[in-house]
């Protein structure tokens, strides 16, 4: 069964950067796409980009010149760096496996703030 | 960016009844490969997303058939029928066609 996990620090100062890490079981990230999403309170949700299989990524055009998204295949992990953080930027953010986005994480609520 | 209109904001249902969700996208959702990439989620309270139906109409693996998807172009319909009380919670549609990918603003649905 695939299972995928996102830890990182719940609370980050403004002009900071935002780190996260999705852990995969169950299936190698070889394989697939892998993404980041981020569901903002009052419920908006945004993807904001993805890894590939072969490493190579996409962004969301709105966020490109702030995130960065890598891997570690060897720990089967993927990660999601956005710098230049603002409050605006407070959201619960979720990986999964793209394709249809059958699985999530559980997500991890990330607040921006002094 | 496609822009996907997801209507209603809320939705009262009664248990037993039937529910429609209408996501309409800002241009068309059929992929150059003749596939359209429209997926439907449910999101339960302090749970993440499940899909529900994936590519328009086909329902994911243990969705029960109470749920169906329909709609082809820019005009896509979630029906719910005979809705249970797991079935309560924020429904958003995903187009994942066109770069980059965008969800509706979702849909409450809610008890009467």
């Known amino acids: 069964e695939v299972q995928l996990q996102e830890s990182g620090p719940g609370l980050v100062k403004p002009s900071q950067s935002l780190s996260l890490t999705c852990s995969v079981t169950?299936?190698?990230?070889?394989?697939?796409?892998w993404g980041w999403i981020r569901k903002f309170p009052g419920n908006k949700m945004e993807w904001i980009g993805h890894?590939?299989?072969?490493?190579?990524?996409s962004y969301n055009p709105s966020l490109k010149s702030r995130i960065s998204i890598t891997r570690d295949t060897s720990k089967n992990q993927f990660f999601l760096q956005l710098n230049s953080v603002t409050t605006e930027d407070t959201a619960t953010y979720y990986c999964?496996?793209?394709?249809?986005?059958?699985?999530w994480g559980q997500g991890t609520l990330v607040t921006v703030s002094s | 960016d496609v822009v996907m209109t997801q209507t209603p904001v809320s939705l009262p249902v009664s248990l037993g009844g039937q529910a429609s969700i209408s996501c309409r996208s800002s241009?068309?959702?059929?992929?150059?490969?003749?596939?359209?990439?429209l997926h439907w989620y449910l999101q339960k309270p302090g749970q993440s997303p499940q899909l529900l139906i994936y590519r328009v109409s086909n329902r994911f693996s243990g969705v029960p058939d109470r749920f169906s998807g329909s709609g082809s172009g820019t005009d896509f319909t979630l029906k719910i029928s005979r809705v249970e009380p797991e079935d309560l919670g924020d429904y958003y549609c995903?187009?994942?066609?066109?770069?980059?990918?965008?969800f509706g603003g979702g849909t409450k649905l809610e008890l009467k």
């Open positions: 999964a496996r793209e394709g249809w986005f059958a699985y």
């Open positions: 169950g299936y190698s990230i070889t394989s697939n796409y």
């Open positions: 890894i590939s299989y072969s490493g190579s990524t």
């Open positions: 241009q068309s959702l059929v992929h150059s490969n003749g596939n359209t990439y």
């Open positions: 995903l187009q994942s066609t066109h770069f980059p990918w965008t």
